[in-house]
């Protein structure tokens, strides 16, 4: 049942292939609440863009009554706060709040920098990247585990803050793992995260957002190709 | 149920008293250990075996990591004065994203003012100034950045203030000349008992960085 909100009082500027864009969208989704999805030509940033968040100048940004809101995590915390009669996003209780911000920021700070470089990487630099994200992996096992405590998401029973942070992740994941000819996520190493994966992208509020991985390694394919080409970015 | 609370934390590191700021304002009672960061205790490690960094913030035997997440734990939990966060959802979004925006930027930058030299330190310094800007653009005419009151973005960057002495020095320029407002806001949050008794003296402060910088630079 779709939120009374007209589409115009709620934009999200961004792109498809974004993971941290992917995160606004879902939670948008969970609190079923309708928006016009505003696409960045790549390669060149909207005066909207610029005008609507002049620190970072990056997407995602949520344009709510026509104030702007970045950085995908403050707008994911924002639509939970805003929309408070939906189901809830962050857990209810301070320290769970605590643990799942952490691994949030352990994401962003730690396993998304050190996943990204891997497709281009070649030899000792690969296999060390390659080791840090392994090692990453096993971590967000155990923190599944502790989460979860036997349900399908961190969230427990539904998906949740720490779902949507780590979920956005999934397609470029799955296309380091294709362009990096390596195994990351594994049934063997991490079973619940692997599991976990499934259920998240087969989930309601998630379904259609997570790119095909082929979708993504011509992306990123075209991407290179054009730094190449100009030199500089 | 008697409330066990514990810091693990370090005299200079910014982050950390970011964190006794907060109990400050809070008025919470609680035990404050100093780590030796070149030889980390067993309880650091096996209470943030992730990062085995401080802050730890031990609550009843909980570890709770990272300084802005340690201050919203702080808030939410001790939430019957001194508010922090403010309660609109949109003036949180802004609060959190300008404390994002301190934890991205200010430190990097400042550390590159004292382990780089020549051309480096020359943009080290550029950029060092262009954040402060942001941030004295955005604080505008209030007096504090979270508006009437002491808040969050406060919290979060007035830590970096016995530092100032340090950054200055090393990045060759006066915080009074370049950011009079900076300074100004500053010294309104120092009036603050819980700022004042937690930031140490900005000269032990440089010695500090001193130290750190020969080391670094192998003088």
Known sequence: MANTSSTHDVKVLGAWPSPFVIRARIALNIKSVEYEFLAETPGSKSQLLLQSNPVHKKIPVLIHRGKPIAESLVIVQYIDEVWSSGPSILPSDPYDRAIARFWAAYVDDKFFPSLRPIKSAQGEEKAALVKQVNEGLVLLEEAFQKSSK???????????????????????????????????LDEAKTPGLVQWAESFCADGAVKGLIPDTEKIVEFAKLIAARMKGSGSS | MAEEVVLLDFWVSMFGMRVRVALAEKGIKYEYREEDLRNKSDLLLQMNPVHKKIPVLIHNGKPICESLIIVQYIDEVWNDKSPLLPSDPYKRAQARFWADFVDKKVYESGRK????????????????????????????????????TFGFVDVAFVTFYSWFNAFETFGEF?????????????????????????????????????????????E
């Open chain 1, 150 to 184: 036997g349900k399908a998401f961190f969230g427990g029973d539904r998906i949740g803050y720490l779902d949507v942070a780590f979920g956005s992740m999934l397609g470029w994941l799955r296309a380091t793992e294709k362009m990096g000819e390596v195994k990351l």
């Open chain 2, 113 to 148: 003012l004292w382990t780089t030299k020549g051309e480096e330190h020359g943009a080290a310094k550029k950029e060092f100034l262009e954040i402060l800007k942001t941030l004295e653009e955005e604080l505008g005419e209030k007096p504090y950045f979270g508006g009437e």
């Open chain 2, 174 to 218: 006066s915080m009074e000349a370049e950011h009079p407002k900076i300074i100004a806001w500053a010294k309104r949050c120092m009036q603050k008992e819980s700022v004042a008794k937690t930031l140490p003296d900005q000269q032990k402060v440089y010695e500090f960085v001193l130290g750190m910088r020969k080391r670094f630079l192998g």
